[in-house]
């Protein structure tokens, strides 16, 4: 937005009911102290000054005192701003005609963009009810969209608050319309269908066409319901995936994947894709390289982004949308890590006033979730902290955060050069993958700054050899390493449905445990179903588990591997030692390996053995099935190698032999 409407808005801001408010001071009806906190109050949460103000009062203003509150503020924005103003007390609106006007003329984003509603549609022009009016950037926008249309722009200035309350009655019309069943949805999609199969079938595009259709109603509705239902359901990622014959769509949630809708024809698969495009502000005319977007959109007062990537593939460009909903999580180390021990360990390296801390594991593995919750136990006022991410997936107030933007040469490399001339004491690093970026963290971890940084590796000691290969030298990576953190998600049994489960012997040899009783070791299973079954079963009046939807699963646990450097690793690390010797000597020093800490989690009942199988299994190497003769812990029955000297998983320093 520009600067000049910036100024406008923030004048609009200070100015606006301060000579009414002066009277209702004067009068005694209020303080000054009552006006201002109602004023701060009001940008802060958008709620109506008049609301505000009254509960101040306890209800001592009269309607009549608050009717002209509120004539007073409209009056003073139509001189403002030279148009005539618009009071919902005083003008029917039907929600349905503005639902229509949102859906067919001004996209929602574009409502939310410039804080704007379009009212009404009359003798060829369009009514849009706008906070302020003199936004050129807005002005330009809606002009552009309407003379497609054959249509004129009527400005009407609104207050705050009844722009507000239009837009929360659409989204709320779009929430019961996605949980209420829509009878003639499925017909106007088969009734698009057939405008569409011209554009599908077609070698050359049109893309006037191609853009007119993804503009279309049914187009727009079913954008808008896969958005919803994803939020709704707490789903992490959105894969609209175009196949030779159908459209499928499907959600990840607590990190598995499920088609969420019908399969839809294939006939849509252009125009949809062109309006999530659209929405993310992408090229609709570039199919062949991958593109990345962002869309943003309020839901249920929260704000809520979606980072968008497409990709070229074989029957259309794939799109995956990844959920960044900031209020739906829960920062701080102690309400990631289950384990005790493990916690204070990781508490007392961030503790630490420099060095270097990484945190490794796959992609959606919640890394940046640890790095938050990690700046979240160091950010006070005495400590200076700044991050460099791609893309800003959190907003933590008293940090300064940067955006990776790497068309513009602001790498991760540049900007953690900048850092250091900003007189930092924490430094978050987004993601460490090339030689520059590892080195010039490195150099700021020996200069007085305490970094953390991800990278991705199997395990703890892997990112060791990873720095290596990058070209860090040994040297530089034993003094400057705190620690590193390897991490999974795991899902997490359903309390309500799970089930008593005694796993078979040979069952059991698969994750080194041993049972010297077929009914010693009882554990968990998932009461899980497919969605088919679940469909069955409530066609029968069969009842299905509230908590989980019959998924068996609901919500997620960390599972941690923390490697501590201690003088004997940093001596191994010097000595340039395989991975495998590091790590069997972090073990031996007292390291829970994420297998150790998973079958920890198996033992609490929070997750179940096929869950540790599908997460962390595969990272161990084990192959015990040819073993005929094992050494086990006699207090946990887990696999233990003849050389050390404690169990990992339980830390019991005694052992005995067992087959």
């Not at 940090?399 to 900003?422: C, N, P, S, W, Y």
Request: aromatic fraction near 6%; charge should be negative.
């Amino acid at each position: 937005m520009n600067t000049g409407s910036l100024s406008r808005r923030a004048l609009v801001a200070r100015k606006t009911l301060f000579p009414y408010g002066e009277r209702l001071v004067k009068i005694g009806l209020i303080t000054e102290l009552q006006l201002q906190q109602a004023l701060d109050e009001n940008r802060k949460t958008g709620r109506a000054l008049v609301d505000i103000l009254n509960h101040l009062t306890q209800g001592k203003m009269s309607p009549e005192i608050l009717r002209r509150f509120k004539s007073q503020q409209l009056f003073e924005l139509k001189i403002l701003f030279g148009v005539q103003s618009f009071d919902l007390e005083q003008t029917l609106v039907e929600p349905a005609q503005v639902a229509r006007l949102i859906d067919e003329l001004i996209p929602l984003e574009v409502c939310t963009r410039y804080q704007l509603v379009p009212v009404q549609q009359k003798d060829g022009a369009l009514v849009v009810a706008m906070v302020d009016p003199e936004d050129l950037e807005a002005f330009d926008d809606l002009n552009r969209r309407l003379r497609t249309r054959g249509l004129t722009l009527q400005r009407i200035v609104i207050t705050p608050e009844d722009y507000q309350y239009l837009l929360s009655g659409y989204l709320d019309n779009q929430v019961n319309a996605e949980v209420a069943p829509d009878e003639t949805f499925g017909q106007e999609i088969e009734d698009f269908f057939g405008s569409l199969e011209e554009i599908s079938e077609s070698g050359e595009v049109d893309l006037s066409q191609l853009s007119q259709a993804a503009e279309d109603a049914p187009i727009i509705k079913l954008s808008s319901k896969i958005l919803v239902r994803a939020i709704e359901q707490g789903a992490s990622d959105i894969h609209i995936e175009p196949q030779e014959e159908f459209l499928r769509i499907r959600f990840r949630k607590d990190g598995v994947l499920r088609e969420s809708f019908d399969r839809l024809p294939k006939q849509i698969i252009p125009a949809l894709i062109s309006r999530f495009k659209i929405m993310s502000e992408l090229d609709i005319a570039e199919r062949r390289l991958p593109q990345d977007g962002r869309i943003r959109r309020q839901y249920e007062g929260r704000a809520i982004d979606f980072r968008v990537s497409t990709l070229p593939s074989r029957y259309g460009e794939k799109i995956v949308l990844r959920l960044l909903d900031n209020t739906s999580t829960k920062l701080g180390l102690d309400k990631l890590i289950s384990d005790p021990a493990t916690l204070d360990i990781v508490r007392d390296m961030v503790s630490k006033p420099y060095g270097l801390i990484l945190v490794t594991g796959p992609t959606g593995s919640g890394k940046t979730t640890t790095l938050y919750s990690a700046l979240a136990e160091r950010n006070e006022p005495g400590i200076n902290i700044t991050t460099a991410e791609d893309p800003i997936e959190y907003t933590l107030q008293g940090i300064t955060q940067v955006q990776v933007i790497r068309e513009k040469g602001m790498d991760f490399a540049r900007i953690l050069r900048a850092f250091l001339r900003q007189d930092p004491d924490v430094i978050l690093v987004g993601e460490t993958r090339d030689i520059e970026t590892a080195k010039t963290a490195v150099e700021a971890a020996l200069t007085g700054h305490l970094v953390l940084t991800t990278m991705h590796t199997n395990d703890s000691a892997g990112a060791i050899a990873r720095l290596a290969e990058m070209g860090v030298e040994p040297f530089m990576i034993s003094s400057s390493l705190i620690g590193i953190l390897a991490q999974r998600l795991m899902r997490k049994v359903c309390p309500e449905c799970r089930v008593p489960h005694t796993p078979a012997p040979e069952r059991l040899r698969q994750f080194g445990l041993v049972a010297v009783r077929e009914d010693e070791v009882v554990f968990w299973q998932a009461n899980n179903m497919t969605p088919q079954q679940v469909e069955e079963k409530r066609k029968r009046g069969e009842p299905v588990c509230n908590l989980c939807n019959g998924v068996g699963y609901k919500g997620r646990v960390g599972v941690y591997e923390v490697m501590k450097l201690s003088e004997k690793l940093r001596d191994l690390i010097n000595r340039e030692a395989p991975t495998e010797l590091l790590r069997e000597t972090a073990v031996a020093e007292g390291m829970i390996s994420l297998l150790g800490y998973s079958l920890n989690l198996v033992r609490e009942g929070l997750t179940t053995l096929e869950e540790v199988e599908r997460v962390t299994l595969s990272d161990t190497g084990l192959e015990t099935s040819k073993r005929t003769r094992v050494l086990v812990c006699r207090c946990c029955g887990a696999e233990m190698k003849p050389e050390w000297l404690d169990c990992p998983y339980c830390t019991t320093p005694r052992h005995e032999q067992g087959t």
